[in-house]
C-alpha cells in the first residue's frame, strides 16, 4: 500500500490552463503538506494543513489553491498556468500536530512533474 | 530564521569510496537534525535522524552526527555502491516549524 499517493505523476499543459494535483495519505497523520522542487533540486514549502485547517502558506501566488476535504486528502489547484511553474510538486504528511513536532518524519509522495508549453 | 547549507554537488565518486556531504545550520533553539534521500524519480525518504548533541543517526551503512559546538550534520559512509547514487538533503526542525531543507547534493556513484 502507497502511504502517499498522489495523482498524476506528468501533467504537461498549455500556458494558461487550470489544473489539479490530487494527494491522498492512508497513515492516519494530522498534517499534510504541497512543497515544489525546481530544476535545481531546490525544495520550497508552499502549504501546510493540519486537519483540514491552513496553518502555512508561503509567498506562493494565489492562482495556486489548496484544498483539503478531510485529513487524509490535500489536492492542489493551479489556475492560469504559467511557464514557471514548470516543477516538481511533492505532497507529503506528518503526524506532529500543526507539523510542528521537532522529530517528526514526513512522508513523501512520488511527485507529479508538472509541465507548462 | 532557520537555515541548512550543504556542499554543493555534484559529488562524483567511483564504488567504494569514502563519502562526506558537508551540512551546517542555523537554527532557533535546539532543533532535530535530519538526512532525506531522494531517489531518480521518486519522493524524499528519511534516511536517518539525530535529535539532541552528540547522538548518531544511522542507516544502510549511512552515519551523522549531530555536533552542536559545529553547528553540523556531516553525512558519511564508508564504502559507497552505484545504488546510493542519489540527491541527499540535509533539514532541520526546531519545533517553531516545519521542516527547513537544504538545497541538496547530487550524488553520482560509478562503477
Known amino acids: 500500500d502507497t502511504a502517499v499517493s498522489q495523482t498524476p505523476k506528468y501533467l504537461v499543459t498549455q500556458m494558461g490552463n487550470d489544473k489539479s494535483i490530487k494527494c491522498e495519505q492512508n497513515l492516519g497523520h494530522d498534517t499534510m503538506y504541497w512543497y515544489k522542487q525546481d530544476s535545481k533540486k531546490f525544495l520550497k514549502i508552499m502549504f501546510s494543513?493540519?486537519?483540514?485547517?491552513?496553518?502555512i502558506n508561503e509567498t506562493v501566488p494565489n492562482r495556486f489553491s489548496p484544498k483539503s476535504p478531510d485529513k487524509a486528502h490535500l489536492n492542489l489547484h493551479i489556475n492560469s498556468l504559467e511557464l514557471g511553474d514548470s516543477a516538481v510538486y511533492f505532497c507529503?504528511?506528518?503526524?506532529?500536530?500543526?507539523?510542528?513536532?521537532?522529530?517528526?518524519?514526513?512522508?513523501f509522495g512520488s511527485g507529479t512533474q508538472l509541465s507548462v508549453l | 530564521g532557520d537555515s541548512v547549507t550543504q556542499m554543493e554537488g555534484p559529488v562524483t565518486l567511483s564504488e567504494e569510496a569514502f563519502l562526506t556531504i558537508n551540512c551546517t545550520y542555523t537554527?532557533?533553539?535546539?532543533?532535530?537534525l535530519f538526512w532525506y534521500v531522494q531517489y531518480p524519480g521518486e519522493g524524499l525518504q528519511l534516511l536517518l535522524k539525530?535529535?539532541?548533541?552528540?547522538d548518531k543517526g544511522s542507516n544502510k551503512g549511512f552515519e551523522a552526527t549531530y555536533r552542536k559546538e559545529t553547528t553540523s550534520f556531516h553525512l558519511e559512509k564508508g564504502s559507497v555502491q552505484v545504488s546510493d547514487s542519489a540527491v541527499y538533503f540535509c533539514a532541520l526542525n526546531s519545533g517553531y516549524s516545519t521542516l527547513t531543507f537544504g538545497k541538496g547534493t547530487m550524488l553520482l556513484v560509478s562503477p
Open positions: 507529503a504528511s506528518s503526524q506532529g500536530p500543526r507539523g510542528r513536532g521537532r522529530s517528526e518524519k514526513l512522508f
Open positions: 539525530a535529535t539532541k548533541a552528540d
Open positions: 494543513y493540519n486537519n483540514k485547517e491552513l496553518i
Open positions: 537554527a532557533t533553539g535546539y532543533p532535530s
